[in-house]
C-alpha cells in the first residue's frame, strides 16, 4: 500500500507501562477481570514500537467500555454496538494508526452483532478485545449472549432457555483471519497474545474469560481454579504439540473426525500420536473444534487458535484511492462543490 507522508512516523521504543496509565480514576468493582486486562495492556503497548499519538481505543457501552479513559492514548468512548463503524473510519482515515477496539460480550454480540461480523468478514486491520464474562454487568446482571442455558438472573428468574453465543464459532462463520482465547487471570499469556494479535494483518479477535466478581463471580472457576486449571486448559502454541494436564501427559488426537483426550503411556499411546498445532491453516475445520471443546470432557483451548493471511480492507480501499487520484478530475472538495452550475442563497 502506497502511503503519503502523513502516514509516517518515527517509532519510539523507549515508552514503558507508566507511560499508558492515566490520571483518570479507574472505576471497576475491586476485583474484576478488567484491572487485571488493563494491566496487561499498558505493558503490551511498549512493546508495539508506536507512539501513543499512533494508538487509539475504541469502545462501545459496558463495562470494558471504560478502557479509553485508562490508556493514554487516544480513544472514542462510542455508542453502543458501533464501536466497529468507528474503528473502521478511524483505521481508514489513518492507515498508520494501531488501532484497538475494545468491547463486551453484549456490546459486540447482541445489539453490535452485525457491525462485528462484517469487520470479521472484511478483514479490516483492528485489534478487537473481548471480553467475555457472560452476563451483563453495566446494566446489573441480565443474561447475555453467552451465559450459559439455565442461568438465572434478574431477567430469567426461572433459568434461561437461551442457547448461549460462542464467539470462536461466530468468528470462523464470518471468516476470521485471527482468533485467540486467553483468561484474566494468566496476565503473562495476555500479553503474548495481545502483541502478536497487533502483529497479524487484518482483523485479530482476542476473546478474553472475564471474572465478574457481582453478578457472575466464578463463571470460569472450573477453568481457573488452582485444583483444576493445568487439567482443564490447553495452550496452544504454532508447531507444538497439544498436551497438557497437571502431569503433562494428556493430549488431544483425532479418532475418525471427532478429537480424543488420550493420555501418553497409556494403551500404547506416544507423543508422536498427539496433534500438533497449525494456527496457520487455511483450512478452519480443526480450528473450529478446538474452538469447541469445553470441560470436563475436554480441556478449554487457550492462546492463538488461528492465524492466517489474507487481503485487508484497509489495503483495497487505500489501493483504490492511490489508483484513482491521477485520474481525478477534481484534486479537492472544494473543487467538485464549485463546478458546473453554482448559486447563492
Known amino acids: 500500500m502506497e502511503l503519503t507522508p502523513q502516514h509516517i512516523t518515527q517509532e519510539n521504543t523507549h515508552l514503558t507501562a507508566k507511560d499508558f496509565a492515566t490520571n483518570q480514576d479507574v472505576r471497576w468493582c475491586p476485583g474484576c477481570g478488567d484491572y487485571a486486562i488493563l494491566n496487561a495492556i499498558q505493558k503490551t503497548l511498549p512493546e508495539i514500537g508506536k507512539n501513543r499519538e499512533d494508538i487509539v481505543f475504541v469502545s462501545g457501552i459496558g463495562c470494558s467500555s471504560r478502557f479509553p479513559y485508562y490508556v493514554e492514548t487516544y480513544g472514542f468512548h462510542s455508542i453502543h454496538g458501533r464501536a466497529p463503524a468507528i474503528a473502521t473510519g478511524v483505521k481508514l482515515a489513518n492507515p498508520k494508526l494501531s488501532v484497538w477496539q475494545v468491547t463486551g460480550d453484549g456490546d459486540a454480540l447482541a445489539i453490535g452483532g452485525n457491525h462485528f461480523i462484517h ?30 442455558t439455565g442461568i438465572v438472573t434478574k431477567s430469567s428468574p426461572q433459568g434461561t432457555v437461551d442457547r448461549a ?10 471468516s476470521a483471519t485471527f482468533f485467540a482465547r486467553v483468561v484474566d487471570v494468566e496476565p503473562k499469556k495476555m500479553v503474548e497474545v495481545f502483541i502478536e494479535a497487533e502483529k497479524h494483518r487484518g ?84 480450528h473450529n473444534m478446538l474452538i469447541n471443546l469445553s470441560a470436563p470432557e475436554f480441556p478449554v483451548v487457550f492462546g492463538i487458535i488461528r492465524s492466517v ?37
Open 203 to 286: 482483523t485479530s479477535l482476542v476473546e478474553i474469560l472475564q471474572n465478574c466478581v457481582i453478578f457472575n463471580d466464578k463463571a470460569f472457576a472450573n477453568v481457573t481454579d488452582k485444583d483444576g486449571k493445568l487439567e482443564n486448559q490447553l495452550w496452544v502454541k504454532q508447531g507444538e504439540k497439544m498436551i497438557f494436564g497437571n502431569q503433562n501427559n494428556k493430549g488431544l488426537r483425532l479418532n475418525g473426525l471427532k478429537l480424543e483426550v488420550v493420555t501418553i503411556g497409556e494403551n500404547g499411546i506416544t507423543e508422536n500420536d498427539i496433534l500438533i498445532h497449525d494456527a496457520n491453516c487455511v483450512e478452519s475445520t480443526l
Open 165 to 174: 453465543f460462542n464467539p470462536g464459532n461466530l468468528a470462523m462463520g464470518a
Open 119 to 148: 469487520a470479521l468478514r472484511r478483514n479490516i486491520d483492528i485489534n478487537i478485545l473481548l471480553f467475555n464474562n457472560e452476563i451483563y454487568g453495566l446494566t446489573k446482571g441480565q443474561f447475555s449472549p453467552t451465559s450459559k
Open 309 to 345: 493471511v489474507a487481503p485487508t480492507f484497509n489495503d483495497g480501499i487505500w489501493n483504490q484511492l492511490n489508483e484513482e487520484k491521477p485520474k481525478a478530475k477534481f484534486k479537492s472538495v472544494n473543487e467538485l462543490l464549485n463546478s458546473g452550475v453554482t448559486w447563492e442563497i
